[in-house]
């Protein structure tokens, strides 16, 4: 069985990050998906429109989904000793990165394999926060 693992915020769950559940499990047996804790979105700087509970069971409803669980750490080499998976998707944005660089030796090392998906390049998180944001300032605006 080729047990694959991803990871992300799920915020606003898109068609993007649908895409992209529904290429991974096509490549493995056995979909666990790590969803970003809102102590760890904040670790970056940046908050969730979506609490963590909520996100974890979107996800865990998708269908190509097996297996949600909580990524309360940005360390994938941690989550590969508590699940042992075969293979790991990310996105392309990381590809080459100094980070990632250093995730394909250690994890070459036990035989695990990193696949890199195109980052998508429609809707994001990021800009229906921003659209959002937008549209509720013309919105108070033309209530002044």
């Known amino acids: 069985m080729v047990i694959g693992y991803t990871t992300g915020v799920f915020d606003l769950f898109h068609i993007g990050h649908l895409n992209m559940l529904k290429n991974a499990k096509s490549l493995c047996d056995k979909l666990v998906v790590g969803v970003t804790t809102d102590e760890l979105v904040s ?8 609490p963590f509970e909520e996100r ?14 909580p990524q309360d750490s940005m360390d994938k080499f941690e989550a590969w000793k508590k699940i042992k998976f075969d293979i790991m998707f990310v996105g392309d944005d990381w590809y080459d990165t100094e980070k990632w660089n250093d995730y394909e030796e250690q994890f070459r090392k036990v035989n695990v394999k990193i696949i890199y998906f195109p980052y998508y390049k429609g809707t994001s998180s990021t800009l229906i926060n921003e659209t959002l944001h937008n549209l509720r300032g013309k919105l108070q605006g033309s209530q002044e």
Do not use: G, P, S
């Not at 670790?43 to 979506?50: E, G, N, P």
């Not at 974890?56 to 669980?69: G, P, Q, S, T, W």
């Open 56 to 69: 974890l069971e979107i996800v865990r409803n998708i269908k190509f989904v097996d297996a949600a669980i």
């Open 43 to 50: 670790y970056k700087h940046k908050q969730a429109v979506i």
